[in-house]
């Protein structure tokens, strides 16, 4: 297994638990049914299954689908160990089956994982009480992502879109081709089909048309800074992987930049010395489908 996306999506944990808005977290709570069919599109390493015990989600049935059969396969070795060493009761730990028989069970909430595609999974569900797209929406086109999870819903049915990037990236301290390396960086990303560099006010003004309900909207910005020149948990590695992506789409950008690997070295050698911090603007959105 090629262990740098697992890692990337697991050392994140921590920079998306300061950042998701508690505000829109309260009032999908709130509306949430008590045992919720819970569809999650791009689960990656199942991290939203801890997040929603925290919140007192412990019963009903969860499922996530991932396209990627390695982070699946993570998520099914990891998660369950993983919730029992923080304190949960795990049962009915299985070999993974295709007749829809959980992965395992926390508490009195069914979990499953399977490879597929997200959307697909979407469009081929129904009657499904939350749909979850956390760190989705900007990947994929925004029409069909709001006509699908409409599609899985039940009548009244929630959607939550966490952690939806919006189009701004900043790096302290300043340097002189910030402004530069951002709009070819965005650039890059808005040029590979289906992608939305604001992707989060895009989506906030597509589902304020529809039919259902825009219950809340909130800012869930990342930001990872040091502290006495060390970053917290595993946020020094998810700082690197944020530089590759930077290194890897900004050649390939429409915009021109003046000096990128200047630029680049600059910023490894102040992560390395503990001295980076990185901003990126999202955000949360809470959708309610049409009741009838």
């Given at each position: 297994?090629?262990?740098?996306?697992?890692?990337?999506?697991?050392?994140?944990?921590?920079?998306?638990?300061?950042?998701?808005?508690?505000?829109?977290?309260d009032?999908?709570l709130?509306?949430?049914?008590?045992?919720?069919?819970?569809?999650?599109?791009?689960?990656?390493?199942?991290?939203?299954?801890?997040?929603?015990?925290?919140?007192?989600?412990?019963?009903?049935?969860?499922?996530?689908?991932?396209?990627?059969?390695?982070?699946?396969?993570?998520?099914?070795?990891?998660?369950?160990?993983?919730?029992?060493?923080?304190?949960?009761?795990?049962?009915?730990?299985?070999?993974?089956?295709?007749?829809?028989t959980?992965?395992?069970?926390?508490?009195?909430?069914?979990?499953?994982?399977?490879?597929?595609?997200?959307?697909?999974?979407?469009?081929?569900?129904?009657?499904?009480?939350?749909v979850?797209?956390?760190?989705?929406?900007?990947?994929?086109?925004?029409?069909?992502?709001?006509?699908?999870?409409?599609?899985?819903?039940?009548?009244?049915?929630?959607?939550?879109?966490?952690i939806?990037?919006?189009?701004?990236?900043?790096?302290?301290?300043?340097?002189?081709?910030?402004?530069?390396?951002?709009?070819?960086?965005?650039?890059?990303?808005?040029?590979?089909?289906?992608?939305?560099?604001?992707?989060?006010?895009?989506?906030?003004?597509?589902?304020?048309?529809?039919?259902?309900d825009?219950?809340?909207?909130?800012?869930?910005?990342?930001i990872?800074?040091?502290?006495?020149?060390?970053?917290?948990?595993?946020?020094?590695?998810?700082?690197?992987?944020?530089?590759?992506?930077?290194?890897?789409?900004?050649?390939?950008?429409?915009?021109?930049?003046?000096?990128?690997?200047?630029?680049?070295?600059?910023?490894?050698?102040?992560?390395?010395?503990?001295?980076?911090?990185?901003?990126?603007?999202?955000?949360?959105?809470?959708?309610?489908?049409?009741?009838?």
């Open positions: 297994m090629n262990h740098a996306r697992p890692r990337y999506l697991e050392a994140k944990r921590t920079v998306d638990d300061r950042a998701l808005s508690s505000r829109v977290r009032r999908l709130a509306a949430l049914p008590a045992e919720p069919r819970i569809l999650e599109a791009g689960s990656g390493t199942g991290a939203t299954v801890p997040r929603l015990c925290s919140w007192g989600v412990d019963a009903g049935r969860y499922r996530g689908v991932d396209a990627d059969p390695r982070i699946v396969a993570f998520a099914r070795d990891v998660r369950p160990a993983a919730l029992q060493r923080a304190g949960q009761d795990i049962e009915n730990e299985c070999r993974p089956a295709d007749d829809g959980p992965d395992f069970t926390v508490a009195d909430l069914d979990v499953r994982f399977q490879v597929g595609d997200a959307l697909d999974a979407l469009e081929a569900a129904a009657d499904v009480d939350l979850v797209a956390q760190a989705f929406a900007d990947l994929v086109p925004l029409p069909r992502l709001v006509a699908a999870a409409e599609s899985a819903l039940r009548p009244g049915g929630l959607a939550y879109f966490p939806t990037f919006d189009g701004g990236t900043i790096f302290q301290p300043d340097h002189p081709d910030d402004g530069a390396i951002e709009r070819a960086y965005h650039a890059a990303i808005d040029a590979r089909v289906g992608r939305d560099v604001r992707a989060g006010r895009h989506l906030a003004d597509l589902l304020r048309r529809r039919d259902g825009l219950l809340a909207v909130g800012s869930s910005d990342w990872v800074r040091p502290r006495a020149g060390a970053y917290p948990a595993d946020e020094r590695y998810f700082l690197s992987r944020i530089l590759e992506f930077v290194a890897e789409a900004v050649p390939s950008s429409p915009v021109a930049t003046p000096d990128p690997d200047s630029w680049l070295a600059a910023r490894r050698a102040q992560l390395a010395a503990g001295e980076l911090t990185y901003v990126a603007h999202q955000y949360d959105l809470l959708y309610r489908a049409p009741s009838g």
